[in-house]
C-alpha cells in the first residue's frame, strides 16, 4: 500500500493505492475541504474540482465504486451535493460534519478494469472476472420508529440481494448503519437487525457481518435509520473468515447485538479486510479509560491492531480510516495522536456519537493485502 498527499484550491487530497497484480488495482482517497471561512457552495466545488482532477490525471483509469460525503448540516447540503454529482456510482449522504472546522469532506473508493452499471434491483455493480461487487447507499424509509425503519431496509436489502442471485448470509461483507439521535434510537435499530438475522439463519453460532452502528442524520430530520451495505457476487464460504480478537474484544452477542468485530475475504491475488467500528473496550465488554480519550484513543489502536493481525495484516496495508468523536472538543487531541502517527493515510474525524455514551472515540478502517491463493480465482 502506498499513500501521497498533495493540496489543490482549498482542499487537501490523500490517497492510498494498491496495484494488484491481476489487473485491478484500488485506490480510497479522502478530500479535504481547507478553507473554513468559505462558504459550502465554495467547499463543494473546490472538493469536486478536486476529484475531477484526480480522476483525469493522478488516477487515470480507475472509476469510483462508492462515494462517501460528510457533511455538517445535511438539510441544507444534501440537495447540492446530488445536484452536482453526477457520477455513476453508489453515494452515500450522511451529516456526520468534519470536525477541522470544514462543512464537507469525501471518501472515494475507486478500482481499476471494472465494468460498472446499476442493476434492476437498485444496486451499484463493479465487475471483474468471476466477482461481481454490489454496493448500496443512502437507503432510507420514513416508517414510524427506528426498528420498523430498520427493519424494512434490512427487508427491502434482502429482496434486492435475491433479485441478484445473492443472500444477505453468503454474500454480505460489510453494512454502515446511520442512526440520527443514536442515544434515543439505536435501541429500535439493534432489535430490528437481530430479528432479521434470525430469520435469514444469521446467530451467534453461524456467524454476522462486520458493520458500524453510529450516529448520523439524513436531511429529513423524519429518517431515524439510514444504510449502506457491500456485498459480493461470485465468492464461497471458503473465502470469508470472521475476526475475533478474544484476547482484547468479546463477542457481541455476550450483549445482545449482531455483528462482526470484522471480516477477511481471500481472492486469488489480495485479500480484503473490513474492520467494523471498534472502540475503547475490553474482552469482558467493558469500557477501558472512562472519560479520557487520549488512552481511548489508544486502546482503540491496540484493538483495531489486534484484529488486522488476526487477518495477517498490519496498520501498513490499511488504506482508509474513519474516525468518530462523541464530542467535538476532543478534535485537537485526537487529530495530532493522528497526525504522528498516522501522517500520510487517508482519514477523516467525524463529529458522530458512539452507540453507548462512555465511548469518545471509535474507528473503522480497510485494508488490502497482496498474496496468492490458488484456491481462489484473483478478484
Not at 461487487?133 to 424509509?141: G, K, P, R, Y
Not at 449502506?228 to 470472521?242: F, P, R
Not at 484476547?247 to 447485538?257: A, F, I, M, P, Q
Request: aromatic share 10%.
Amino acid at each position: 500500500m502506498t499513500n501521497k498527499i498533495f493540496r489543490k484550491a482549498g482542499v487537501r487530497v490523500c490517497f492510498s493505492e494498491f496495484a494488484g497484480a491481476g489487473g485491478v488495482s484500488e485506490y480510497h482517497v479522502m478530500i479535504h475541504a481547507e478553507d473554513c471561512m468559505a462558504p459550502y457552495q465554495q467547499q463543494l466545488n473546490a472538493v469536486l474540482d478536486a476529484y475531477h482532477h484526480l480522476i483525469t490525471e493522478e488516477l487515470k483509469g480507475a472509476v469510483a465504486v462508492f462515494k462517501r460525503y460528510f457533511l455538517s448540516d445535511a438539510a441544507n447540503q444534501a440537495d447540492d451535493v446530488i445536484a452536482s454529482d453526477m457520477s455513476d456510482c453508489a453515494k452515500s449522504i450522511i451529516e456526520q460534519a468534519p470536525l477541522d472546522g470544514t462543512k464537507i469532506a469525501l471518501w472515494v473508493y475507486l478500482m481499476t478494469d471494472v465494468t460498472t452499471r446499476q442493476t434492476d434491483s437498485g444496486l451499484f455493480q463493479a465487475s471483474h472476472g468471476s466477482y461481481c461487487h454490489l454496493w448500496n447507499a443512502s437507503a432510507f424509509n420514513l416508517a414510524a420508529n427506528s426498528e420498523h425503519q430498520m427493519r424494512l431496509l434490512f427487508n427491502e436489502y434482502v429482496m434486492q440481494l435475491a433479485h441478484e442471485e445473492c443472500t444477505l448470509a453468503d454474500n454480505c461483507i460489510r453494512t454502515w448503519l446511520f442512526v440520527n439521535d443514536i442515544d434515543l434510537n439505536y435501541g429500535g435499530v439493534v432489535r430490528a437487525r437481530n430479528q432479521v438475522f434470525f430469520t435469514q439463519g444469521l446467530t451467534p453460532n453461524t456467524h454476522f457481518i462486520a458493520s458500524t452502528g453510529i450516529a448520523g442524520r439524513q436531511q429529513d430530520p423524519n429518517v431515524l435509520a439510514q444504510m449502506d451495505n457491500y456485498a459480493v457476487k461470485g465468492i464461497s464460504q471458503e473465502q470469508v473468515h470472521y475476526l475475533y480478537a478474544p484476547t482484547h474484544l468479546n463477542r457481541t452477542s455476550d450483549y445482545g447485538v449482531s455483528f462482526e468485530r470484522g471480516t477477511y475475504v481471500d481472492y486469488g491475488d489480495r485479500r480484503h479486510v473490513f474492520i467494523s467500528g471498534t472502540a475503547s473496550i475490553d474482552n469482558k465488554g467493558r469500557i477501558v479509560h472512562p472519560k479520557d480519550v487520549v488512552q481511548q484513543t489508544h486502546r482503540m489502536w491496540e484493538n483495531v491492531e489486534t484484529l488486522l493481525a488476526e487477518a495477517g495484516c498490519s496498520y501498513d496495508e490499511v488504506g482508509v480510516m474513519v474516525v468518530y468523536l462523541r464530542d467535538p472538543s476532543d478534535y485537537a487531541v485526537v487529530s495530532k495522536l493522528y497526525e504522528e502517527r498516522f501522517p500520510d493515510k487517508p482519514y477523516v474525524i467525524v463529529l458522530a456519537p458512539v452507540c453507548r455514551p462512555g465511548w469518545l472515540v471509535e474507528m473503522e478502517c480497510m485494508a488490502v493485502k497482496a498474496q496468492q491463493n490458488d484456491a481462489f480465482p484473483a478478484l
